[in-house]
């Protein structure tokens, strides 16, 4: 069964970075698309970003031209960089996979608060 371990998480000052990253037990290499996801205190979890396995990626409005996601295959982790953080980005954020309408079992997320 394949397992998704995020890591990267923090307690940062809005404006400040994290970069989040998505340790996959099993190769990615042929999934078509990974993802990012976050769960807000309070809300459901929504999708925030993708890639695609020959690079096209896609994001939610609210993030645009501060996130940007990333993949390598060799190493089978997906990253997220997170700048300009608003406290509105705090939320658990979770990897898995996407566009194909099949999930992996979620795995423990990394906890992202933006506080000043």
């Known amino acids: 069964q394949v397992q998704l371990v995020e890591s990267g998480g923090g307690l940062v000052q809005p404006g400040g970075s994290l970069r989040l990253s998505c340790t996959v037990s099993?190769?990615?290499?042929?999934?078509?698309?990974m993802g990012w996801y976050r769960q807000a205190p309070g809300k459901q979890r929504e999708y925030v970003a993708h890639i695609t396995n020959d690079g096209r990626t896609n994001y939610i409005d609210s993030v645009k031209g501060r996130f940007t996601i990333s993949r390598d295959n060799t190493k089978n982790m997906v990253n997220l960089q997170m700048n300009s953080l608003k406290p509105e980005d705090t939320a658990i954020y979770y990897c898995?996979?996407?566009?194909?309408?099949?999930?992996?079992?979620w795995g423990q997320g990394t906890q992202v608060t933006i506080s000043s």
């Open positions: 099993g190769s990615i290499s042929s999934i078509y698309g």
């Open positions: 898995n996979r996407a566009l194909d309408g099949l999930r992996f079992s």
